[in-house]
């Protein structure tokens, strides 16, 4: 819900309105900082993608990729590996929406790129 799409797990606990806009952005990146730590052995623009993917469908999902991963001997802080275990992988015996985290990932890092290329361009 709001800016940041918060889902109620996250935005509940921390007991703000959803659609109160200072509150969800201070709670989304908070929210992104804690994915983003719970990726240590991850590395550069990987740590990023794990935590993104977290952020947008649970980071148990994304670590039952990676457990999957290690079980085919695949490199499991590598996201383009993880990401094609992400069909397989289960949190509570449900599966994951990976396509659409997938591209969540990938659509966010496209924008980063375009904003930075944007950045480069403007400041030349």
């Given at each position: 819900?709001?800016?940041?799409q918060?889902?109620p797990?996250?935005y509940?606990?921390a007991?703000?309105d959803?659609?109160d806009?200072?509150?969800?952005?201070r709670v989304?990146?908070s929210?992104?900082?804690?994915m983003?730590?719970?990726?240590k052995?991850?590395v550069?623009f990987?740590?990023?993608k794990?935590?993104?993917?977290?952020y947008?469908g649970g980071v148990?999902?994304?670590?039952?990729?990676?457990k999957?991963a290690e079980?085919w001997k695949?490199d499991?802080?590598?996201?383009c590996q993880?990401?094609?275990?992400?069909?397989?992988?289960?949190c509570?015996?449900?599966?994951c929406?990976?396509?659409?985290?997938?591209?969540?990932?990938?659509?966010?890092?496209t924008?980063?790129?375009e904003?930075?290329?944007?950045?480069?361009?403007?400041g030349?």
């Amino acid at each position: 819900m709001g800016l940041m799409q918060l889902a109620p797990c996250v935005y509940e606990p921390a007991n703000i309105d959803p659609f109160d806009v200072r509150s969800n952005i201070r709670v989304g990146c908070s929210h992104l900082a804690v994915m983003y730590g719970v990726f240590k052995k991850e590395v550069n623009f990987d740590r990023w993608k794990f935590a993104l993917a977290s952020y947008n469908g649970g980071v148990g999902y994304i670590c039952s990729a990676q457990k999957l991963a290690e079980i085919w001997k695949a490199d499991s802080t590598k996201w383009c590996q993880v990401s094609t275990f992400l069909k397989d992988a289960k949190c509570k015996e449900r599966g994951c929406d990976w396509v659409q985290i997938v591209m969540y990932v990938d659509l966010v890092i496209t924008k980063f790129y375009e904003y930075m290329f944007l950045e480069l361009k403007n400041g030349q």
